[in-house]
Each structure stands twice: as C-alpha cells, then as structure tokens.
C-alpha cells in the first residue's frame, strides 16, 4: 500500500467520523463550548476556495439589531468551497458577526469555558439548494466557519471612526 493510499484512506475516514458526528442528534446545538483537551486532529482533504480572490461589484452591510450581516453581490458566480470533509461545494452566503458590551464577553460560543470580544461567521449553503433559504431546511445545507476575535489595539481607528462604527453596530435598520 502506498503512502497515497494510506493517506485517502485516512481522509475518508476522519470525514466519515466527522459527518457521523454532524449528523447526530443535537450534534449542532449553538452555544458550543470548544474542549481543547478533549479535541483530537483529524486528517481530511484540504479545503479549496474557489473565486475567493475575485472582488464582489457590490457590498452590503446591514445590522438587524441583533448582529451586523455583510453579504456581497459578485459579477460571476460566487465564490464557493470544496473539499475536506464535505460532499459537493458550498457556496458564499453572508458574513455575520457576534460581539458583547465589553471584550470579555462578545463571542457566542467559548474555548475551554472563556468567551472572546468577537465571533465571525462566515455562512456558506450547499450548492445544489440554490438559496440559503432553502438549504436550511435541510440537515446537510448549511455550514458555518467560526472566527474568534481578539481586542488587540484600537488606537488604529480615530475618535470620530470608533463613533461611527459603534453608533452603526447598535442602531437596527442603520
């Protein structure tokens, strides 16, 4: 057996662990507490984004009041990605952010028991459901990549820039 071999082997079974997992009852119930101790590596096939590196011709940011949404409209198809332990390709929906009143308490899911100042999500819809709608009426139609964020230095931003961006995130409808 070659180390190729061996090595699609274990790819397909930690992808076949993986989705097991996922499609187990309360598999993905929200808020999640990361376990680092309890977390093993798995090996899969590389996640592969394709048209990432392609500019969206128009964006939109919306805040709803309970978070802010960036969505995108792209002169070609959207971006998507492939591979890992998905079948089929998922395509871009929307980015969406989770954030608190203070730095210590922002994020909505936490490591070994710690919240972070900020959560990003970057939604994404299996491809052969057309609409996010729509894919989330199936179990297997929609994915989330979680991002945690940090506070490291916001003397980047002017006075006037912190006003701004803080009055737009808590104004619904801005």
Same mark, same amino acid.
């Given at each position: 057996?070659?180390?190729?071999?061996?090595?699609?082997?274990?790819?397909?079974?930690?992808?076949?662990?993986?989705?097991?997992?996922?499609?187990?009852?309360?598999?993905?119930?929200?808020?999640?507490?990361?376990?680092?101790?309890?977390?093993?590596?798995? *090996?899969?096939?590389?996640?592969?984004?394709?048209?990432?590196?392609?500019?969206?011709?128009?964006?939109?940011?919306?805040?709803?009041?309970?978070?802010?949404?960036?969505?995108?409209?792209?002169?070609?198809?959207?971006?998507y990605?492939?591979?890992?332990?998905? *079948?089929?390709?998922?395509?871009?929906?929307?980015?969406?952010?989770?954030?608190?009143?203070?730095?210590?308490?922002?994020?909505?899911?936490?490591?070994?028991?710690?919240?972070?100042?900020?959560?990003?999500?970057?939604?994404?819809?299996?491809?052969?459901? *057309?609409?996010? *709608?729509?894919?989330?009426?199936?179990?297997?139609?929609?994915?989330?990549?979680v991002?945690?964020?940090?506070?490291?230095?916001?003397?980047?931003?002017t006075?006037?820039?912190?006003?701004?961006?803080?009055?737009?995130?808590?104004?619904?409808?801005?």
């Open positions: 057996m070659s180390l190729t071999t061996e090595a699609n082997d274990g790819y397909k079974r930690d992808a076949k662990l993986l989705q097991d997992l996922l499609d187990s009852e309360h598999a993905l119930e929200s808020p999640i507490d990361l376990d680092i101790g309890r977390m093993r590596i798995i *090996e899969l096939d590389p996640l592969k984004w394709i048209g990432i590196d392609i500019a969206p011709r128009k964006l939109k940011l919306t805040n709803t009041g309970l978070t802010v949404i960036l969505s995108a409209k792209w002169p070609q198809g959207r971006p990605l492939s591979g890992g332990p998905y *079948e089929g390709n998922y395509t871009f929906a929307q980015v969406h952010f989770h954030w608190g009143e203070n730095e210590m308490r922002g994020s909505e899911h936490t490591v070994d028991g710690a919240s972070m100042a900020m959560e990003l999500h970057v939604v994404c819809f299996k491809e052969e459901y *057309e609409t996010l *709608e729509l894919a989330l009426r199936r179990p297997n139609g929609v994915t989330v990549f991002y945690f964020c940090k506070v490291m230095n916001l003397q980047i931003f006075l006037n820039e912190t006003h701004k961006l803080y009055h737009f995130m808590m104004s619904k409808n801005s």
